[in-house]
């Protein structure tokens, strides 16, 4: 949907290396933001999210940044580790039922 | 616990025959069901979604239809498909929390 987008397909970054994944929206009425992970013929798994009134979010080895006057979110994974490589949608949600998950990102982190 | 079942895993139909897919949750009572489509290469697409008995929201206007005839069971059917309904099939839903849940997908081809 165009409401959501990951601009960037894939990423490549080095074992123990941050990895930076990038989500830009349009509608202000979004009120959560999840990140998911999907493995190639599996159904995508909830990773993180933020609410729209915060700014950080923060779960182990992975935070979300909201940056709601820009409309941008990013999902930072610090270290990366090779079972990171997946691929990453963000999904906000809109009226408390609806969920716009963008077209994701393919992270492949190398040992 | 909740779960989620989805089948069958894999289909492959000819173009003009009819299809049925069913998705079964457990573990929790009166959720929000999601259809979703994820086309080769591309992001998902929010298909319908139903939050409760007999009640449907259509997202995407094509030649396929959903009903939720019980409180945890969705189904996505089409009467006659077309080439380009193929694609990966995931059923989600939402139990108390925000967050979804996913299927393991239905992989249809329609040749």
């Known amino acids: 949907d165009q409401q959501v987008k990951q601009n960037s397909p894939s990423l490549s970054v080095q074992e123990g290396r941050i990895s930076i994944l990038n989500c830009d929206y349009t509608n202000s009425m979004f009120d959560y933001f999840l990140w998911y992970k999907k493995y190639p013929a599996e159904g995508p798994t909830f990773l993180i999210s933020?609410?729209?009134?915060?700014d950080k979010n923060e779960d182990g080895r992975f935070t979300v940044f909201l940056n709601k006057s820009a409309k941008h979110l990013s999902l930072h994974i610090v270290p990366s580790q090779p079972g990171d490589s997946a691929v990453y949608f963000c999904?906000?949600?809109?009226?408390?039922?609806?969920?716009?998950f963008g077209s994701g990102t393919k992270l492949n982190v190398k040992p | 616990s909740q779960t989620i079942h989805q089948w069958p895993a894999t289909l492959v139909q000819p173009v003009g025959s009819p299809l049925s897919l069913e998705c079964t949750v457990e573990?929790?009572?009166?959720?929000?069901l999601y259809w979703y489509r994820q086309a080769a290469g591309r992001g998902l697409q929010l298909l319908f979604y139903s939050v409760g008995i007999g009640q449907i929201s259509s997202e995407v206007p094509q030649n396929l239809s959903a009903s939720r005839p019980q409180d945890r069971q969705f189904i996505l059917s089409s009467k006659k498909l077309l080439l380009s309904d193929s694609g990966f099939y995931l059923c989600a839903f939402t139990g108390q929390g925000y967050e979804q849940y996913f299927g393991p997908g239905t992989r249809l081809t329609v040749t």
């Open positions: 573990g929790t009572s009166n959720p929000n």
């Open positions: 999904a906000p949600r809109y009226n408390f039922n609806k969920f716009y």
């Open positions: 933020i609410s729209s009134i915060k």
